[in-house]
């Protein structure tokens, strides 16, 4: 029972030296993010999901064609959805363009419209569509065509507008700011705005429309609403700045993960690129700086055990050379 409680109070003073781990950060940790987060890391270390397969969607495109259904908007809503899928957004647009008086209400028409100019480039046309299609249907794709009117939105400012912004407005703020988890959650956490009203982070710039209807910064969807524009956009840097903070937002953040998401906007032309290598210096001071926070502890409770472990056996050496002297003398005299 002894042996066992000297066990037991050993393994407690070694518990911290163990649970500092979970705060490391090596070449360990990024793997290890990875395998928490393996659809964002794919996404940013660009491993996306590879693109559907052209057979099934050539063998949709005939089979429609064989049976027309002209006065059906779903008919000419798959055809040109085959059409998009396929790499082919010009033949959508040409599909879908004489149809809006036709079906100047139909969800699908506006949507795949909206996103065939986005293909394309053409953002003020698509943000026009895909605020209609929201009229249309305010829970467009499970929620999520919210985000795609904010990165269209953004898309269609100026240049000094997109430096100075991120898409989901909400987490915007100056290029001169520098990267810390403070400056985050204030960015996160700004008050509604009243319609037509100043952002009083940015008086001069007007911020976008979608702000006055929703707040994406604090919509239970806005991981995987960022997620679902960048799998859609894997070579719009604004998508990969947002995954750089879904990755810090987390309770847990995956700051390497953070890391290579910047790096990728900035790799793709990112217009915020200088504020961009200002955050990737501030997360890596901030790893390097828990880095020997964590190897200081280690060593730390890595010496106290060391010491209990052997103060026990000395205390344990002494106990047993001196049991049997203890036995062996004579019995004490009674009065």
Known sequence: MRSRKSILVLALIALPAINLFACLWDSDTLGQEKRASPELAAVILGNPP?????????????????????????????????????????????????LLAKFPNDYGVHANLGTAYHLL??????????????????????????????????LIRDEEYR????????????????????????????????????????????????????????????????????????????????????????SNADLNLAIAAFRRAIQLGSPQSEMLEKWVVGIEE?????????????????TISVGVALAALVIKAIRLWWAPTISSMPPSNQA
């Open 50 to 98: 590879p693109p559907p397969d052209p057979r099934p969607l050539h063998e949709r495109i005939a089979k429609l064609k064989a049976a027309t259904r002209e006065d059906d908007p779903a008919w000419w809503n798959d055809l040109a959805g085959a059409h998009v899928r396929l790499g082919n957004p010009a033949e959508a647009v040409r599909l879908l363009e004489p």
């Open 163 to 250: 430096k100075a912004h991120l898409f989901v407005d909400e987490f915007s703020y100056r290029v001169a700011a520098r990267w810390s988890h403070g400056a985050f959650s204030q960015s996160m956490h700004r008050g509604p705005l009243t319609e037509g009203g100043a952002d009083e982070f940015f008086p001069d710039t007007k911020p976008p429309a979608y702000r006055h209807k929703w707040n994406l910064a604090e919509d239970p969807k806005f991981a995987e609403g960022i997620l679902y524009l960048a799998l859609l956009n894997p070579k719009e840097p604004a998508c990969f700045v947002m995954l750089g903070i879904v990755c810090l937002r987390k």
């Open 286 to 302: 901030h790893i390097s700086k828990a880095r020997k926070y964590n190897r200081s502890g280690m060593e730390f409770w890595l």
């Open 121 to 154: 480039g053409r953002y003020a046309d698509a943000e026009r569509h895909i605020a209609r299609d929201l009229e249309i249907n305010p829970a467009a794709h499970f929620g999520l065509e919210r985000y795609h009117l904010a990165l269209l939105q953004y």
